[in-house]
């Protein structure tokens, strides 16, 4: 039906149309931001009011003042201009309202609310807490007529405007149409006939001169393209010859391609396999340069350490022997002492060493057996003492003995070695303190020294074999010891850690379990 109306009063409906769309549109636009602009200010005064509410409230609740609630809601409402106020006590009761009752008002947000009088109003809730104290419940609103009014205004305004422009709009339409309409709708069906291929035009010439000259471009821009068509029909040709030979090259090109990319990935692999190789290997010269470099420490160590004792047992026996018909009783006794103190170190040495070569090849052996942790931990301290010189070791044991299942030969090693460390570690003056106890099913061993301390960076270290602390440089010792501690402390079940502050001492705590069986001896053949 559309289709059967002139031209003209498509156009004249056409524009009447667009531009009371364009109104609608605009009118709709600024009602919108009327409605956000006069909401966000009552959104704005909600928050505003919020922290007067709590505070006025919030005593008076605390109290369960009902009356003054009551007195405090009719002055608020009346004062701060709301529409309703509703309070309610911590359980949700209503103790007080102002303007519509609480299940009119149980809403909270953007969306307006209307009323049994056909009213809208906007609704807000606020907590009441005094120091951290829920005390109830402020329902709060405020009117929305005013909001609804300017909305109203907007769009009246808008109607009355966009009447005398859709008058207006139709005038000037119809003057278009009958000065400009006519030759364009003749260069239309010229330019239709055009399309469909047919450059044999026929324009009558037009009074106006713009479309004159409009009309006169035509007929040129159609022999133009008559002209273009015949040059684009050789091209083509030349074109498609040359596309062929092209595409004959692509396809080379291609397939060169694809051959060096396999290449190159071939060569990308070979290449990451040699960095990776190359890596490998310089770990595995750098672990084998740090092992030989500890090992020759070691030896060195090793032979320092056993030529102490040998030095001591020498010249207690040449003094014995170059003297030993003018020496008392209690002299040749000392000399004896000394002879079996340099023995009993050495012994002791050997073991360490012994057992640290077993627990590397996994055929250290172990004997479990019932005893008396306390018992063993007071003899090592004892044996110990003589030859702390002016270091005094300090123990407590608790009253009732404290047994266990173990190997008490490793465990007497075990202590040894962190108690004579902490004499050697200690300095001249000062005092070990070593500490028995039994908590949580296990026994506690903790040896304590106010000596030169070990610096942070190197405690993650010291459990390695062969490690010592830079702060025991010049001090007898073989890096052995608390790697072999920590082995045979972890072989009956417990845990050994170590702390230390430089220059203010180091504890060290092993834990026990008290109801645990030793495992049974690995053989080497199993290691």
Not at 437 to 449: G, N
Not at 457 to 462: A, H, N, S, Y
Not at 487 to 496: F, P, Q, R, S
Request: hydrophobic share 50%.
């Amino acid at each position: 039906m559309l289709a059967r109306l002139p031209f003209r009063l498509k156009l004249l409906a056409a524009s009447a149309l667009a531009l009371i769309v364009v109104t609608l549109a605009l009118t709709a636009v600024h009602a919108a931001q009327i409605r956000q602009a006069l909401h966000a200010q009552l959104v704005d005064s909600a928050i505003e009011q919020q922290p007067f509410i709590v505070a006025a409230l919030a005593a008076p609740l605390l109290e369960r003042d009902y009356a003054t609630v009551q007195a405090i809601v009719a002055e608020a409402a009346r004062e701060q201009g709301l529409a309703h106020l509703v309070v309610a006590d911590a359980r949700g009761t209503v103790i007080a309202e102002r303007g519509w009752s609480a299940a009119m008002v149980d809403a909270d947000g953007d969306t307006p609310i209307v009323g049994p009088d056909g009213k809208r109003r906007i609704a807000f809730r606020t907590e009441i807490r005094l120091a951290d104290q829920h005390l109830g419940e402020a329902r709060f609103g405020f009117r929305y007529e005013h909001v609804d009014a300017a909305v109203r205004a907007v769009v009246q305004r808008s109607a009355l405007i966009a009447l005398p422009c859709v008058a207006l709009t139709i005038l000037l339409v119809e003057v278009l149409q009958s000065r400009l309409t006519r030759p364009l709708l003749q260069l239309a069906r010229a330019s239709e006939q055009v399309r469909r291929g047919d450059y044999d035009i026929d324009l009558a010439p037009s009074a106006q001169r713009d479309i004159g000259a409009l009309v006169d471009s035509f007929r040129m821009m159609t022999d133009e393209i008559r002209d273009r068509i015949r040059r684009l029909t050789e091209s083509e040709t030349a074109q498609r010859r040359l596309l062929e030979t092209a595409h004959v090259r692509e396809q080379a090109l291609i397939a060169a391609k694809a051959a060096l990319a396999v290449q190159t990935a071939k060569l990308e692999q070979s290449l990451a396999e040699l960095q990776a190789q190359e890596r490998v290997l310089a770990q595995a010269l750098e672990k084998e340069r740090i092992v030989t470099q500890q090992q020759r420490r070691f030896v060195s160590v090793a032979a320092h350490e056993f030529r102490t004792p040998l030095t001591i047992i020498d010249g207690a026996a040449q003094r014995l022997a170059r003297y030993a018909d003018r020496l008392s009783p209690a002299e040749l006794r000392e000399r004896a002492e000394k002879i079996r103190l340099g023995v009993a170190r050495m012994g002791g040495l050997m073991d360490t060493l012994l057992d640290a070569a077993r627990l590397e090849d996994g055929a250290i052996a172990a004997e479990s057996a019932e005893l008396d942790v306390a018992a063993l931990v007071r003899q090592v301290c004892e044996r110990a003492q003589p030859i702390a010189g002016a270091v005094s070791i300090d123990v407590t044991l608790p009253a009732s003995p404290l047994r266990l299942r173990g190997d008490a030969r490793l465990l007497d090693q075990v202590f040894t070695n962190l108690v004579t460390n902490a004499v050697k570690y200690s300095g001249d003056g000062r005092r070990v303190d070593v500490t028995v106890a039994s908590e949580a099913q296990a026994a506690t061993i903790v040896v304590r020294d106010y000596g030169i301390g070990i610096p942070e960076d190197e405690l993650p270290r010291l459990f390695d074999r062969y490690f010592r602390a830079s702060t025991a440089r010049g001090i007898p010792g073989t890096g052995l010891g608390l790697n072999l501690a920590r082995a045979l402390v972890e072989l009956h079940g417990g845990t050994i850690a170590l702390a230390s502050k430089l220059a203010e001492g180091t504890t060290v705590t092993v834990r026990l379990p008290l109801d645990r069986a030793l495992p049974a001896p690995a053989s080497p053949q199993a290691a």
